[in-house]
């Protein structure tokens, strides 16, 4: 009995609602009138009590399941009839009884129904091909017409795409506790396949991921660089030290020893670069070197810096080749204290370094540059420049290589 009152109250409410609106009932037929007798009231006749009006119902109600073959949403509408305008009576019970037995077979179809599109959709979500599985039930939605099987469709649709997200953020947990190339993985096995938000949050999360590597790569590139300067910065100085006693052989090994050393490997740019500039201001001067010893037993005029002449025979070249003799002076000549002009005039000329050769004024920059002639070094590393030469490397240490920063200290 509880039950029943239970299932009465849901029919009352709206239960058995079907695809197909119920059919209309006519009014019930008025109550058969007799005449009135003196001194007595009407009588009520069995015609038109509700047990027979119910159980008139409930038999119109048998004949058109039985006629309409068992048709859900014609049956349930008949029966639905007689427990909604007699719910009080026999019949009226009955039909309730009925109702609720029609409306759990056609939730068992339904599922019946549903159960190989579920399944299909549910193994595919499990294998974490959340994409493929909502493609199918939208696809099946738009082909089914019954409005029931759509809304089974649309919820589990709503379910996988909460898994989705689920797996995503997981992944994502995973992936924050795991090195770089682990956490990328991660992330892109949990959005292959999955649904287009998942997507788009994993390929934010990729480009954030790929923004961390740069900067955490920058970070150690910037640490072993500063320990490798560290480690390079003292030994510079003593290199442009004896550069200026012009040991360039020397130099120039000390730095191919550096470029092979792998602690050094941070700054192997630099020291490339800086080998380069020693490189070409020993070009220069052992330029200069050969124009003088061509010239011995000569008469020559040298310009000194401050804009005074020297003249004479060329009658010694010191050896280290620092300084020249002319007769009949008795006093040494500096070759660092000549003017730029004659020093460059005694290094690029028909029989020295080509005249037309960019490279030639590149060397020419690069010693003046190690002799800590900015002035000069800048104007032959334009002309340099503007003939075309290749100057990367040795402008690299002319900006920031190691004998910059020592002749900074």
């Given amino acids: 009995m509880k039950r029943l009152t239970l299932a009465l109250a849901a029919i009352l409410a709206g239960c058995g609602k079907t695809d197909a609106p119920a059919p ?69 019970k009955k039909a309730l009884a009925r109702c609720v037995e029609l409306e759990a077979d056609a939730v068992t179809a339904i599922d019946k129904e549903f159960e190989g599109v579920r399944s299909a959709a549910d193994t595919l979500a499990k294998n974490r091909k959340f994409f493929d599985a909502i493609a199918s039930l939208e696809k099946y939605s738009a082909s089914t017409p019954k409005e029931s099987l759509k809304r089974r469709a649309k919820a589990l649709i709503e379910r996988i795409e909460n898994d989705a997200r689920k797996a995503y953020v997981d992944a994502v947990r995973a992936a924050r506790k795991s090195a770089h190339v682990d956490a990328e993985r991660l992330i892109k096995e949990a959005s292959e396949h999955s649904t287009p938000e998942v997507n788009n949050a994993a390929e934010r999360d990729l480009s954030l991921l790929e923004h961390l590597k740069k900067v955490e790569a920058t970070k150690r590139a910037m640490v072993a660089e500063e320990a490798a300067l560290k480690a390079f910065g003292d030994r510079a100085a003593k290199l442009l030290k004896r550069l200026k006693e012009r040991a360039y052989a020397e130099v120039i090994k000390e730095l191919d020893a550096a470029i092979a050393d792998p602690s050094l490997e941070p700054c192997r740019d630099s020291l490339t670069a800086d080998r380069a500039a020693a490189a070409a201001a020993a070009t220069f001067w052992e330029a200069i070197q050969k124009t003088l010893k061509a010239r011995l037993n000569q008469e020559i005029t040298l310009k000194t810096a401050d804009g005074k002449s020297v003249r004479g025979v060329l009658k010694k070249i010191h050896e280290s080749g620092l300084s020249v003799r002319l007769d009949p002076s008795t006093s040494d000549t500096p070759l660092d204290s000549l003017h730029s002009d004659q020093l460059v005039s005694l290094a690029i000329h028909s029989e020295g370094l080509a005249e037309n050769a960019g490279a030639s004024y590149a060397a020419a920059a690069m010693w003046f540059f190690l002799e800590g002639r900015q002035a000069e070094s800048r104007l032959e590393l334009a002309t340099a420049q503007e003939m075309e030469a290749d100057i990367t490397l040795v402008e690299a240490s002319w900006r920031r290589g190691f004998f910059r920063m020592a002749q900074a200290k």
């Fill in 24 to 92: 209309s009932v006519p009014p019930a037929p008025a109550a058969a009138q007799e005449p009135k007798q003196a001194g007595s009231e009407p009588a009520k006749t069995q015609e038109s009590s509700p047990e027979t009006l119910a159980q008139t119902l409930m038999d119109e109600a048998a004949r058109k399941e039985i006629a309409s073959g068992g048709r859900p949403d014609v049956v349930l509408a008949a029966y639905h009839e007689v427990c909604v305008r007699y719910p009080f009576t026999a019949a009226g």
